[in-house]
């Protein structure tokens, strides 16, 4: 009797017991056992990767690994045995002391220390080989070595380009969108993650539940740029050298090809704290300055195309000086150059011979001059794909900053600002007789060998100036170097003929005569003749009791890379081989017909081929 | 009774066979899921190693860096360009 009761009693507790777990606590039990043993886990996508356009790789996903040791797994013969040869290898692989590594390492094996940092962020090949380091090739079960990775993000090539390529960074309260990376991360390189239910199957081991993901990941695409990468090793060691040289704050160059507009090469090199040089700011795209002489050139083909000169227009500034209302401006060469015509002006850069163009022939409707310049774009950025272009700054007469000064300064490069790559563009347009094309640095996006979208030439203006104005510039940009008289003609080589334009710009010229710096450029074209290649270069405040002159310190970069990227171009020769056979010969002669036929214009130049000896 | 007893005992061997069957399909699956897992760190290893040699190979075939060692031996680059010859 009793045992049947005890027997109903202990049935209905468990019964109770039951009733609860199944009703009551389901809702909590169900979700701890969810999150505990189950979770939605993401797919990462994989991130596209960004190639040169001769297939160099500029950016891409790798693991990057961080190691620690639990240094209470070994045993003790094992420990004792290796900790001295595990050291010394640490040592030699991560330059650190090997006697202090060990000394860490017991003591933090008597404390049950359970997690100490070996090393972070090395590449797979330093992982491999601290793989088979004495005790750490016992793995993790009897050797206690922990190895965490993590993907990041690797350049090559670094440094070159390496701020034009980029980076994203998302913060979580910031994004960080630099260059190539950030400007083409949404949509392009960077993937949409998926999704897909995981069940814990071992301590940190999850397989996945059901036979399909939640949400399949979709990899990011690959970017194909334009830029090539010898063009831009030429120009990154030409640019590093010369700043070197001349201790110069800052220098930049950028190549462009003509016809395309495709971006084969940027370089922006800052100094750093200890006087050597990096990538940490892109001032071609984002550093508004004032042009000097450069603009020269602008100011020119306005003044032609509204016939306020021609090529027979004399110029009188007498002993190098322009008075304009009660200031003066002056030529860079003391006394000036007499009375001298428009090439010449432009030869030698004179500034009063630019100040008397534009002052006398815009004075009565300044706006007009303007109003030429807005209609060849110059007031308007360039609409790039990546952050922090600034837009120019060109003032309208009556706004606020102008004054009665302004024609005559602006006609030689101040009181404006541009950008590097905007005046570069203009000049770009005008090797490309007339044809503002937009500066291109992406040809395609694909996936894998799949090109999923195609980037062709944007046209800003089809024809900023009459083809005569054009040609006349063009001349007269050749004039420069090939004249005696003209200011780059120490850039001048028989081999291959260049046009271009030097600029020496005053900056922190308000402060007072001792601040003053100077910021040296060259922008320019080559072949003269057959323009393929467009190029500015940039030096900010070389060192002022060396050379200054844009010739002198901008010019011979522009040179060198245009030597380069001529001595690396091959000349192609075609040789189309005819055989005429005879008959009724015992030997059947063979009258070969050699005709030279140039079939592909690689070359530069035909005129200037090397001989063949 | 000895026929139900037999029948209820091949009953209990099918259902244990059933059970056996079971768990190693699932001890299987698991085994593949630490294969997979197993692999695609070697994946991962065979592309870091990729790009790693990639990257060498890169930066050796620049004209900076050639210059460099060939200065050693006496080599500069050349200041024309080489010529093509097709010949068709």
Redesign the interface.
């Known amino acids: 009797m009793l045992v049947a009761a005890a027997m109903l009693l202990f049935g209905a507790l468990i019964s109770y017991k039951l009733f609860q777990i199944q009703w009551v606590e389901k809702g909590q039990l169900e979700q701890s056992a969810l999150s505990d043993n189950r979770k939605l886990e993401p797919i990462e996508a994989k991130r596209g990767s960004i190639y040169s356009a001769d297939g ?2 500029l950016a ?1 996903s ?2 990057s690994y961080t190691v620690h040791f639990d240094p209470t797994v070994a045993r003790e013969s094992l420990f004792e045995a290796h900790v001295g040869a595990l050291t010394d290898s640490l040592a030699q692989l991560l330059a650190v002391d090997a006697r202090e590594l060990e000394k860490r390492l017991r003591k933090a094996r008597k404390n049950k220390d359970r997690y100490v940092r070996i090393a972070s962020n090395l ?3 330093s992982y ?1 080989r601290l793989e088979n380091f004495p005790i750490f090739d016992a793995g993790r079960g009897k050797g206690g070595i922990i190895v965490d ?1 993590k993907i990041s993000r ?1 350049k ?2 670094d440094p ?1 380009a390496s701020r034009l390529v980029g980076y994203y960074l998302d913060e979580g309260t910031r994004t960080y969108k630099v260059g190539l990376e950030g400007g083409f991360n949404d949509h392009v390189l960077q993937g949409d993650n998926g999704l897909r239910e995981v069940q814990r ?1 071992q301590k940190g ?1 999850w ?2 539940v059901g036979l399909e993901n939640v949400k399949e990941p979709k990899d990011g695409y690959d970017l194909v740029t334009t830029l090539n ?2 063009i831009q ?2 120009t ?2 030409t640019l590093n050298q010369v700043l070197r040289k001349y201790r110069a704050a800052r220098g930049l160059a950028v190549v462009m090809d003509v016809k395309t507009g495709a971006v084969r090469a940027m370089s922006n090199l800052t100094m750093n704290a200890d006087s050597t040089y990096s990538e940490s700011y892109n001032a071609a795209i984002g550093d508004l300055y004032e042009p000097g002489s450069t603009f020269k050139l602008m100011s020119l083909i306005a003044a032609l195309e509204d016939k306020k000169v021609d090529t027979s227009t004399t110029f009188h500034a007498k002993y190098g000086q322009y008075k304009v209302y009660d200031k003066y401006i002056y030529d860079s060469r003391r006394g000036g150059y007499g009375p001298i015509n428009l090439s010449t002006a432009f030869a030698v850069s004179s500034n009063t011979a630019f100040a008397e163009m534009i002052n006398e022939g815009y004075k009565e409707t300044p706006q007009a001059f303007v109003n030429r310049l807005y209609s060849m774009k110059l007031h308007e950025p360039l609409g790039l794909p990546i952050e922090g272009e600034q837009a120019p700054l060109i003032r309208y007469p009556g706004e606020k900053g102008w004054s009665g000064l302004s024609l005559a300064w602006m006609s030689h490069g101040y009181e404006l600002l541009m950008t590097p790559l905007q005046v570069l563009a203009f000049y770009n347009a005008i090797a490309n007789d007339g044809r503002y094309i937009k500066p291109q640095f992406v040809s395609e996006v694909r996936r894998g060998e799949r090109v999923i979208r195609r980037f062709d030439t944007e046209v800003i203006h089809p024809a900023i100036a009459s083809s005569k104005t054009i040609t006349i510039a063009q001349q007269l940009l050749a004039e420069v170097v090939e004249k005696p008289y003209g200011t780059a003609h120490k850039l001048y080589d028989k ?1 291959f003929p260049i046009a271009g334009k030097t600029g020496t710009a005053q900056v922190n010229y308000q402060l007072g005569k001792d601040k003053v710096d100077y910021v040296s450029s060259f922008a320019g074209y080559f072949p003269a003749d057959n323009p393929r290649y467009s190029c500015i270069v940039v030096v900010y405040r070389p060192d002022k009791n060396d050379k200054i002159y844009g010739a002198d310190v901008a010019g011979p970069v522009f040179k060198s890379i245009a ?2 990227i ?12 005819d055989t005429q056979l005879t008959q009724a010969e015992e030997q059947v002669e063979l009258k070969p017909l050699i005709q030279v036929t140039p ?2 214009s ?1 070359q ?1 130049t035909q005129a200037n ?2 001989s ?1 000896k | 009774m000895s026929e139900d007893a037999a029948r209820n005992w091949r009953f209990i061997l099918y259902v244990f066979s059933l059970f056996v069957v079971m768990i190693y399909a699932a001890h299987s ?2 085994q593949k ?2 294969r997979i ?1 197993q692999l695609n760190k070697e994946l ?2 065979l ?3 990729h ?2 040699g ?2 060498a190979v ?2 050796s075939r ?3 860096s050639m210059r460099q060692t060939l200065e050693v031996r006496g080599l500069k ?12």
């Open positions: 160099a790789l891409t790798v693991s590449d797979y090949g491999k990775s690797k090559p090539l070159l199957i081991l397989k996945p990468s010898n090793d030429i990154h060691s081999h030597q380069k001529y001595a690396t171009t091959p000349f192609v020769d075609a040789v189309r081989l079939i592909v690689d530069l081929a090397p063949l | 699956a698991d899921v630490v897992d991962q290893g592309r870091n190693e790009i790693e990639r990257r890169q930066q620049l004209e900076s680059p050349s200041a024309n360009p080489p010529v093509k010859i097709i010949v068709e």
